[in-house]
């Protein structure tokens, strides 16, 4: 009985053998004319329900078009949002702020030894005037 139960119970996709029996199963006849006549009724509704919301989506996706062109709102501009938006998103992290806060500080330095170099080079070429 445990065998039997543990069977019940597998999850494993259907083998071969296991597949050709589900393939010959002959669920029509296993259904009684009425269950027959219920679930066709049920398709033929599900059917119409499909149909009828692609016409609504449809619907709602060319007046969606025509709200966009009317406050002129077209795919540039959106990109141009999307974009700002993420950056404003990057600017924001905590990363970015470190880095940003890393590379100034390393700026202002190189800037300061660049002045530096220059005071240098300035009083070297001052000097070699007065010679």
Not at 3 to 21: F, K, N, V, Y
Not at 42 to 49: A, F, K, P, S, T
């Amino acid at each position: 009985m445990e065998a039997q139960a543990r069977g019940l119970l597998e999850t494993e996709p259907l083998q071969g053998r296991d597949e050709d029996t589900v393939a010959s199963a002959d669920f029509p006849s296993m259904l009684s004319e009425e269950e027959k006549e219920e679930l066709k009724a049920e398709l033929v509704q599900l059917e119409d329900e499909i149909t009828t919301l692609r016409q609504v989506l449809s619907a709602k996706e060319r007046r969606l078009v025509e709200i966009k062109q009317k406050l002129g709102l077209n795919l540039m501009n959106e990109l141009k949002q999307n974009f700002s938006r993420s950056w404003h998103d990057v600017q924001t992290t905590t990363a970015y702020k470190k880095t940003h806060e890393t590379l100034s500080h390393a700026g202002q330095k190189a800037t300061a030894a660049f002045s530096n170099v220059g005071t240098a080079i300035s009083k070297k070429f001052g000097d070699m005037r007065r010679k």
